[in-house]
Structure formats: C-alpha cells, structure tokens
C-alpha cells in the first residue's frame, strides 16, 4: 500500500534540490575525508562574507543548541558556580538545556505580547549579583529594539548571547544580525533560513571567545581548527578548558554551501512573499493578531499568530482535518519540570502560550497553498465563531 502524504500542507520542511545532493556526492565522492576540513573552512568563509564580517568571527559546529552552549561556556567567568542568564520562558527548549550544559541557571522571564520579544523591565527585576548575561531570541526572526537590550546589559554590566536560530539572514536597521552585538548564535537545522543537515554558527567578534569555542568544539585540543582546515591534525598538543565534540563535518558544511547560495535568490524572497501574503489575506480576520514585525528587514522562519477569542485548539484541529499541519511555538520553559513546573508565574506568557499558532511556512509552499490555509481558517472562524 502506498501512503500519499502530498496531500498534508507541512508546516515547515527542508528545501532540497540536485544542488545540495551534488555538493554532497562531491564531498562523499571525491574527497575521502568526510571529518571537519576545508569544506568547513569554505562554509565558515562564505558566511563571513555574507555576514560582512571578519574571516574568524565565524565557528561553525553541529547544531544550534551546541552554539548555544559554546557561547555560554565561553563567557563564564573562572569559578562561576550559580551563574545565572536571564533569558525568554517562550522559546525552544534548546536554550534553557544550553544554559544547564553550561552548569549556569536559567531564569526565565516574560515576553512583550506585541512581539513576544523578552521583556526587559521584567528582565530587570530577575537581575542579581549572579546575573552575568541576557539571552533574547529572535523570535520569528525579528529582533525588536535591539538597541534598547545592548543598553540594557551595559547598564547591569551583563554580556549579550543571541538566539538567532530564527533570525539567519534577517537585518536590524539594515545591519545583518550577527554582523552587529556581542555574541550570535544561529541554527542551520533541517528546517530553519538555511540548513546544514544539523548545524550551528558562533559570531562574535570577541577574540577570547573566539578562541575558546574554536578550541572547544575539538574537546579543547589547542589550535586544532586551523590544523584541520589545512588537512592535518594534532598529536602533540595542550588542553586548558574542557570540549566538546561539536565540530562541523564536510558533508554538512557542503550541504550548507549550497543552501547559503540559494538564500538571496530563492528562500528569502519567497519566505517575504508568503508571509506577506499571510498578513494581507487574515487581516480581516477580527478573531486573530498578527505579531508586530518588519517585513522588509527579516527573513521569516515561522509564521506565528495570535488567536483571541481562546478558540485555538479547535482551530488547530479543524486546520488537520483539513490536511494542514500547524505548530506552537513553544510550550514555555518554566511549564517543564526540569525548569520550575509553574515555580515561578509568568502571566503574559503563560497567556500567549494559550494563544499562539504557526500556520505554515516555508520555501516549497505554494501561493495557492497560503490562500487555501488562509480560506480555511475564515471558514472555521465563519461557522464557529459568534
Ligand atoms: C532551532 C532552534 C534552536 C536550536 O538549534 P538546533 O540546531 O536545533 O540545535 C535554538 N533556539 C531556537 C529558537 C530554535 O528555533
């Protein structure tokens, strides 16, 4: 029996095509060596120049949530029991585990419900002795008053981690985020602006940092990026910090190479053209709120919207019924048990996680598609709302 999944609408998937399977047969082809090596150093090349920044701000390693962490661990300070990072409740799990592989603590706060962007006169309130860095996230790939969070760590003398896994390829006031702030973190997974298989970028332009996740993601064996890029490897050698085994492969970097090269031409415009689609055709929908964003400045990663009238698993439901997958990004972190189980209240968002949805997006959706969902749900609002 054959199963026809083509009927579901997918709420997001990878955008693959014969340019990103020869560049991988390529590497399995031709070059033996599958480990990290000069593919990596290429793939870490071209994001700098699409970034705009310097050769070696780039470290690239196999996922997002190992960013994470590299950057994390790389800012503590020596003997930094109980360091805390005050960080988003509503983002993916991914954060609040880094913090914990870092041994710091999470503390979670509220969110603007405008923007869902962390809300940072909440933020202050969570600040103590034991605060040594912000985490906001780019949530829907759209960074807020950037501005107002770098003005709010140097006041509290707090370092600056960005989420941007949402946010790869997005600008802040025409600057591309990663090419601006402190430290950046992005996601190249398997569904995210641009994928690498699995796979993740640190960006920063701090040196000490630099040094430390380089060495870092290569169990902290000193200089070993640069003697792998160059084909060879170390055998006599000196660790200081502990690593990790979180370096990029070839096969992955290749795979990222050619996702790089199509962002421009293909994914982004396609991703503003939907989203902007989303936008006009719900905007008459009095049941549902849009999120304030900046369309000309982000590439949108997910396509969140506000439900007001509490009918959101209902809708939910009617939208699989009618074969279209939809999301929830995310069930807040202090819900969880490893991370409070409600041990701290957090209204707003505990109020926005009742409410949010993400209908579909991604670069293989149609136009018709968007204007199917959208039909979809002005009919559910049509027949069940009152
Ligand atoms: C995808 C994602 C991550 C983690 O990235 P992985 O590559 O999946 O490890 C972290 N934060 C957010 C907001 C994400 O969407």
Known sequence: MQINNNKIVR???????????????????????????SEVDLFEKEISSFLGIERESVVCVNSGTAALHLAIESILPPDSEGSEIVLP????????Q?????????????????????????????????TIAILPVHYASYPGELEKIYEF??????????????????YYKNKKIGSIGDVTCFSFDGIKNITS????????SDRQVLQRVKD???????????????????????????????????????????????LNTEFSPKRKLLAGLYRELLKPVKELKFLETDLSQIIPHIQPILILNGMRDSLKEYLLQN?????????????????????????TTEKIYEQILSLPLHPDLLQKDVEMICNTVIDFFTKYSD
Request: hydrophobic share 40%; glycine share 10%.
């Open 89 to 96: 409740s509503l983002t993916f799990v991914a954060d609040f």
């Open 153 to 170: 760590a140097k006041k509290n003398g707090l370092r600056v981690i960005e989420d941007a896994a949402h946010a790869f390829g997005s």
């Open 323 to 347: 074969s279209i997958q939809t999301g929830i990004h995310y069930k807040p972190n202090h819900l969880l048990s490893l991370f409070g189980n409600y041990s701290v209240q957090l209204p």
């Open 197 to 204: 298989g699995e796979g993740g970028a640190i960006v920063t």
């Open 216 to 262: 870092a993601r290569l169990l902290g064996i000193e200089g070993d990026s640069t003697k792998r890029f160059a084909g060879q490897r170390s055998w006599d050698f000196d660790v200081k910090y502990r690593g990790f085994r979180y370096h990029m492969s070839n096969i992955f970097a290749a795979l990222g190479r050619a996702q790089l090269s199509r």
């Open 98 to 130: 880094a913090v914990l592989m870092a041994n710091a603590v999470p503390i979670p706060c509220e969110i603007n419900p405008d923007n869902l962007l962390i809300d940072l006169e909440d933020a202050q309130k969570r600040i103590t002795e034991k």
């Open 11 to 37: 709420l997001s998937k990878s955008c693959l095509s014969k340019i990103e399977a020869t560049a991988v047969e390529r590497v399995i082809l031709e070059d033996g060596y599958l480990g990290m090596g």
